[in-house]
T-cell receptor, first 111, second 114 residues
């Protein structure tokens, strides 16, 4: 079956540090991959997506590349800000199936 | 910008009571999802609608949970009776045409069962 595994948090970084949050997946077909962000007390917001192998999704300085050979979709940002503090979820979706979410990685950025 | 609306935002109820949540998806979105998110975990699908029809409710605890989307627009999720283990965030999301991958989430309803 389909599943998503994320690195466990919490992650604490200083402002302007480099961020990597690892995500690997298991899928029976050819899924689309997503990163969602959740701020305290709010619903999930789509951060970026990639729909096929070797695609790179990017938004607000965050990037993730769909790596089929390693079944990974790691989230990166070169210089984090305090406002990036949130919980990040990796997710996959296959047409005709449901969305599968990872357990989330909490990020805290300190000034 | 169109948003998914949910109400109430917060609900405290005693166990064995009934509780209901409401969701209004983005206008024109045919697919509607209800998720349950336990603190520290990712969302888990409870039920998926396509227009007014249930597409997937395999993970809905049907002895106590029910969901409806009578006119294919807004939706209600009900729990009766509520149990302590139902304390969680209940998220609604909607998706546009079948070729669209993105789903858009509402702010959620935080349920506390005492």
């Amino acid at each position: 079956g389909n599943s998503v595994t994320q690195m466990e948090g919490p992650v604490t970084l200083s402002e302007e540090a480099f961020l990597t949050i690892n995500c690997t997946y298991t899928a029976t077909g050819y899924p689309s991959l997503f990163w969602y962000v959740q701020y305290p007390g709010e619903g999930l917001q789509l951060l970026l997506k990639a729909t096929k192998a070797d695609d790179k999704g990017s938004n607000k300085g965050f990037e993730a590349t769909y790596r089929k050979e390693t079944t990974s979709f790691h989230l990166e940002k070169g210089s984090v800000q305090v406002s990036d503090s949130a919980v990040y979820f990796c997710a996959l979706y296959e047409i005709g199936n449901q969305f599968y979410f990872g357990t989330g990685t909490s990020l805290t950025v300190i000034p | 910008e169109a948003e998914v609306a949910q109400s109430p935002r917060y609900k405290i109820t005693e166990k064995s009571q009934a509780v209901a949540f409401w969701c209004d998806p983005i206008s024109g979105h045919a697919t509607l999802y209800w998720y349950r998110q336990i603190l520290g975990q990712g969302p888990e699908l409870l039920v998926q609608f396509q227009d007014e029809s249930v597409v997937d409710d395999s993970q809905l605890p049907k002895d106590r949970f029910s969901a409806e989307r009578l006119k294919g627009v807004d939706s209600t999720l009900k729990i009766q009776p509520a149990e302590l283990g139902d304390s969680a965030m209940y998220l609604c999301a909607s998706r546009g045409d079948p070729g669209a991958y993105e789903q858009y989430f509402g702010p959620g309803t935080r349920l506390t069962v005492t």
